[in-house]
């Protein structure tokens, strides 16, 4: 049983930082990945960012140079700082573990940027 815990998430002006959090628990391989993905009313949901438990990254453009993925491994957590917010970063984001087994999502926690 994987369970994926977040917060962090809340109302910020456009140009604010946000940090949200994201804490796995269970069945957890030390070999995985950890990523966070977003969806907004209307839309599919994407890939924001994500790192490897070696610490290798991957952004999506929209966020690059904005956004910082990290990781604690010995605390099966992962954070994503966002700077310098946008209101189209305004969505639902989820936490993502994939493991051998497959993949795990959070529960989402709701960004809102206001312009």
């Known amino acids: 049983q994987v369970q994926l815990v977040e917060s962090g998430g809340g109302l910020v002006q456009a140009g604010g930082s946000l940090r949200l959090s994201c804490a796995a628990s269970?069945?957890?391989?030390?070999?995985?990945?950890m990523g966070w993905y977003r969806q907004a009313p209307g839309k599919q949901r994407e890939l924001v960012a994500a790192i490897t438990s070696d610490g290798d990254t991957n952004y999506a453009d929209s966020v690059k140079g904005r956004f910082d993925i990290s990781r604690d491994n010995a605390k099966n957590t992962v954070y994503l700082q966002m700077n310098s917010l946008k209101p189209e970063d305004t969505a639902v984001y989820y936490c993502?573990?994939?493991?051998?087994?497959?993949?795990?999502w959070g529960q989402g926690t709701q960004v809102t940027v206001s312009s």
């Open positions: 993502r573990l994939v493991i051998q087994l497959g993949g795990f």
């Open positions: 269970g069945s957890i391989f030390s070999i995985n990945v």
